[in-house]
Structure formats: C-alpha cells, structure tokens
C-alpha cells in the first residue's frame, strides 16, 4: 500500500584514494530482514512491516565505498503483511508488488544522500547526471 518512512541507522564513507582517471561507480541495495512491527497511530496500533536494508556505493579503482544501513516502514493489509512474513520466512523474498515499491523509495533515498555525501569527501557523483548536448 504505502511506504511510510525510511530511517538511516549508520552511514559509513571510506575515501582511500583521491578520483582520478577513469572511475566505475557501483551501487546495490539489498533486503537484509523483514519483520512485523506495531506503529502507534493516535490510541490505535497497526501492524506495519520493517525491511532491514543496506545500500553500498563502490568507486573503482579502490577508490572509495559508502554504506547506509537502515530500515523502511511499510504499510499494508494485514493479510498481505502475513504473506509477505510467510514468503520471507519459506525462501527470503518478498512478491514483487510488495518489493518494487520497496527497493524504488530506497534507491530514489540512498542515491540521493550518497550525491549529497560524494560532494562532501569530493567523489564524483554515485549516480549520471543530466548532461546538456547543444547543436
């Protein structure tokens, strides 16, 4: 239904060589856990479901790597949610209406705080960026 919030629990930046030459940037995002959760909304709780993520940025040559660790509260269906936990729990995935979602709102989150971090310790951008070609 709806991704409620993404929180950063640790953001590591390793910068062990200055950027030169040609650069690759490497970037995953990957599901470490899910789980139910209960979040208070007023005098009421819902059930909600917590992904446990980690996002790594990797500059090659052994330039530089980020790593944001976190999680993302999501809000659904209780039924949906005790789907999801039963999928996770048989084989560690999740129904791709749930995941696209999911792994959308935490790209669109870490690329974003890895651009704002790269301009920090001077790495090129993680992600292209838009380019004018006038004729």
Partial sequence: MSVIGIQFNKIIIDKKNTAKGKINVNNNVA???VYKTDLTFGTSKQN???FDFEFKVHYDPGI???TFTGFLT???KPEVIEAVLASWKKDKKV???VMTPVLNSLLA?????ALVFSREV?????I???KVDLK
């Fill in 95 to 97: 129904p791709k209406e």
């Fill in 64 to 66: 530089a790597d980020m």
């Fill in 109 to 113: 989150k870490c690329n974003i705080e």
């Fill in 74 to 76: 999501y809000f659904e």
């Fill in 128 to 130: 292209p960026m838009p």
């Fill in 122 to 126: 001077n790495l090129p951008p993680p």
């Fill in 31 to 33: 599901v470490k856990d």
């Fill in 48 to 50: 909600t479901l917590q």
